[in-house]
């Protein structure tokens, strides 16, 4: 069965697209079967694994409204070694269709169930917002990652997603229980970073993922390659910091299973 986390945070720009996607590299690296779902109308995390979202004539939309089946659809990411439930601007009509649904936000776990067992990781890219589509990867994951800047106004949104997480867990998915914090485009030279990276320890221990991802222009490129940064340049320091978070997502996950069995 398929680990499933979904990426998110409402803040847009955080690093949610460029952590799914490396991360979804990293693992299949370590030869993972990795299915990553582009749940975000974007379409970055499609593009970014070198798939032209524009020449997709199904996506996660047709596959979430019941139109076509995720078989079907998923395309392989050859470059990045997993494949893609990809999306594009069609998805933003989702969230109005959902609602005719029983159970609008259940869908995306619905769809998911039929190839759990065809993976060893789900990853999911949200959305910048906290509305039904993000509610939908909240559903049917069991840990979610955070990426979060080292700033002054990354912690004010923080306490909206953690509530947010909490309420899905304990109305909607019990299995919700994962939560980690990712500190991105880290710049230990700046003071300030230093000291919100040392108060987001403080305050969330274990829950802070122990990699730091740098600032680091090659992770900013390699999108316009569609390919994702650990295989654009793999020697760069973005990319090494993301290679060291698959290894570290994937001891957490093992020790996760070992604690529940
Ligand atoms: P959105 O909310 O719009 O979906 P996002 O949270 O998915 O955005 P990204 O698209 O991953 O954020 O990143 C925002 C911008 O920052 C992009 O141009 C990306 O290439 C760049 N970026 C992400 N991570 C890094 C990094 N570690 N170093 C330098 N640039 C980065
Ligand atoms: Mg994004």
Redesign the pocket.
């Known amino acids: 069965m398929a680990y499933i986390y979904c990426v998110a945070?409402q803040?847009?720009?955080?690093?949610?697209?460029?952590?799914a996607v490396n991360t979804a590299a990293s693992l299949a690296r370590r030869r993972q079967k990795v299915l990553l779902v582009d749940l975000?109308p974007?379409g970055?995390a499609t593009m970014g694994s070198g798939i032209e979202k524009t020449e997709c004539s199904n996506t996660v939309y047709e596959v979430l409204i019941g139109k076509a089946d995720l078989d079907d659809v998923v395309v392989k990411s050859d470059v990045g070694g997993y494949d893609v439930l990809p999306a594009n601007r069609e998805l933003a009509a989702a969230e109005i269709d959902l609602m005719n649904f029983k159970n609008p936000d259940q869908r995306l776990k619905e769809v998911l169930e039929a190839v759990a067992d065809k993976y060893d990781f789900i990853l999911i890219?949200c959305?910048?917002s906290l509305t039904m589509i993000t509610v939908n990867a909240l559903c049917c994951a069991q840990g979610v990652i955070i990426?979060m800047q080292c700033e002054y106004f990354a912690l004010e949104g923080l306490s909206d997603l953690v509530n947010t997480v909490k309420r899905v867990r304990h109305n909607k998915n019990p299995q919700l229980t994962a939560i980690g914090l990712l500190r991105?485009?880290y710049d230990g030279r700046i003071t300030l970073q230093q000291q919100v990276s040392e108060q987001l320890k403080q305050t969330f221990g274990d829950r802070v993922f122990d990699t730091v991802?740098?600032?680091?222009?090659r992770?900013?490129e390699a999108?316009s390659y569609g390919e994702p940064g650990i295989v654009y340049d793999k020697s760069s320091r973005?990319a090494k910091a993301y290679v060291a978070f698959g290894r570290e997502l994937l001891a957490r996950v093992k020790q996760d299973f070992s604690d529940k069995e």
């Open positions: 945070n803040k847009g720009g955080v690093g949610k697209t460029t952590t975000d974007q970055n890219d959305p910048p990426p991105v485009m991802i740098p600032r680091n222009v992770l900013a999108p973005g």
